[in-house]
C-alpha cells in the first residue's frame, strides 16, 4: 500500500477546519497509520493550545466619536475641492468669453464697461445689505 | 440580523444613529482582530478608528451580500496591510503583556502554559497574510471561502497559507 501521507494529512487539515468529510477512507488510514494518526492528535493538540487573547475589549466611544468627526472633516474638504473646481470652471469660461470679445474687436467696449463696473459696483452695496438684512427678519 | 438589516438601511440613507449602533456593535470584532494582529493597542486603536471613517464613507457601497462584520474585517485587514507597507515598525512590545493576562484564565488541565506561549510567538512570527488567514480561521471560524472573500486571494492559497500555519505550529508540539 502506498498511500500519500502528505494528501491524507492536507485532507485532515481540511476536516479539522470543518472544511471536509472524515470519510471511511480517511478513517480507517488514521487508524492504520501511525504517523498520521499522530497528525490528527497534534491538531487537536493545536486547537487547545490556541492563545485566547481574550482581552477585555470595551468600546471606546472616542474612537468611534473621533471617526465621524474626521468624516465631517473629509468631507468639508471635499467640498471645498468641488467648489474651487466650479470657480476654477466658470472663471475660465468668462475669461475666455472676454478674450474672444476682444479678439473680435470689443476691447474698448471691455475696458469701458469694467471701468464702469469697479466705479458703480460699491454703490450697490448698502442696498445689498438692506436686502440682505430683509431676509434675515423674514 | 433582522435587526442589522433594518439599521444599515436607515444608515444607508444617512442615519447617523442606526450607523452608530452598528458600529458599536462590531466594535469588539474589529478591536479584537486588529489587536491579534498588531499586538499593540495604540496601533490597533488608529485602525479601528481608520476602519470606522471608511466604513461611514462607504456605507452606501455595502451590499449586503455578506454580513457587516465580514465586511468591516475586510476593510481592517486592508488597513493593516497599508499600515504595515507604510510603517515596518508594528512592535511587539506588547505581547508579553498581553500573553500574561490570557494565560490566567485557561484551563490549566487541559492547556500546558509553555505550549500556549510557544504557539503565541510563533503565530506573531508568521508572515502577515498567513497570520490574518490562521486568526480568521482558528478565531472567528471564516470558511476558506469567506476568508479568500475578505483577504482577496483564491480558496486554494487561504488553504495552502493555513496548512502551512498547521505545520509549523506543529513542529512544537
Ligand atoms: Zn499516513
Same mark, same amino acid.
Given at each position: 500500500m502506498s498511500y500519500n501521507h502528505e494528501k491524507i494529512q492536507e485532507k485532515l487539515m481540511d476536516v479539522f477546519y470543518k472544511e471536509g468529510e472524515l470519510t471511511k477512507e480517511l478513517k480507517s488510514h488514521i487508524d492504520d497509520c501511525s504517523e498520521c494518526n499522530s497528525f490528527w492528535r497534534d491538531l487537536n493538540t493545536i486547537e487547545e493550545n490556541i492563545p485566547s487573547f481574550d482581552l477585555n475589549i470595551e468600546v471606546d466611544e472616542r474612537v468611534i466619536g473621533g471617526a465621524f468627526r474626521k468624516v465631517g472633516i473629509l468631507k468639508e474638504k471635499r467640498k471645498n475641492i468641488k467648489d474651487l473646481a466650479l470657480f476654477a470652471t466658470i472663471a475660465s469660461i468668462i475669461l475666455g468669453c472676454v478674450g474672444l470679445l476682444a479678439n473680435m474687436g470689443y476691447g474698448k467696449s471691455i475696458i469701458l464697461v469694467q471701468i464702469f463696473l469697479v466705479i458703480f459696483a460699491p454703490l450697490s452695496i448698502p442696498f445689498m445689505i438692506r436686502q440682505r438684512l430683509v431676509k434675515e427678519e423674514s | 440580523m433582522f435587526l442589522e438589516k433594518a439599521l444599515l438601511e436607515k444608515a444607508k440613507l444617512g442615519d447617523r444613529e442606526s450607523l452608530e449602533i452598528l458600529l458599536r456593535d462590531n466594535y469588539k470584532i474589529i478591536y479584537g482582530y486588529l489587536l491579534k494582529l498588531t499586538t499593540n493597542e495604540d496601533i490597533t486603536k488608529d485602525i479601528t478608528q481608520e476602519v470606522m471613517v471608511k466604513a461611514i464613507l462607504n456605507i452606501k457601497k455595502? =451590499?449586503?451580500?455578506? =454580513?457587516l462584520s465580514t465586511w468591516l474585517i475586510s476593510i481592517a485587514s486592508n488597513l493593516y496591510k497599508d499600515n504595515l507597507r507604510k510603517s515596518n515598525q508594528i512592535s511587539s512590545m506588547q505581547i508579553e503583556e498581553l500573553s500574561v493576562k490570557d494565560s490566567q484564565?485557561?484551563?490549566e488541565t487541559v492547556i500546558n502554559k509553555d505550549t500556549v506561549r510557544k504557539i503565541e510567538k510563533m503565530l506573531l512570527d508568521f508572515p502577515y497574510e498567513k497570520r490574518m488567514a490562521f486568526i480568521l480561521k482558528n478565531y472567528y471560524n471564516y470558511s476558506y471561502e469567506e476568508i479568500g472573500t475578505i483577504l482577496k486571494c483564491p480558496i486554494g492559497t487561504v488553504r495552502s497559507r493555513l496548512h502551512y500555519c498547521i505545520k509549523k505550529l506543529r513542529s512544537l508540539m
Open positions: - | 455595502f =451590499k449586503g451580500d455578506s =454580513k484564565n485557561v484551563e
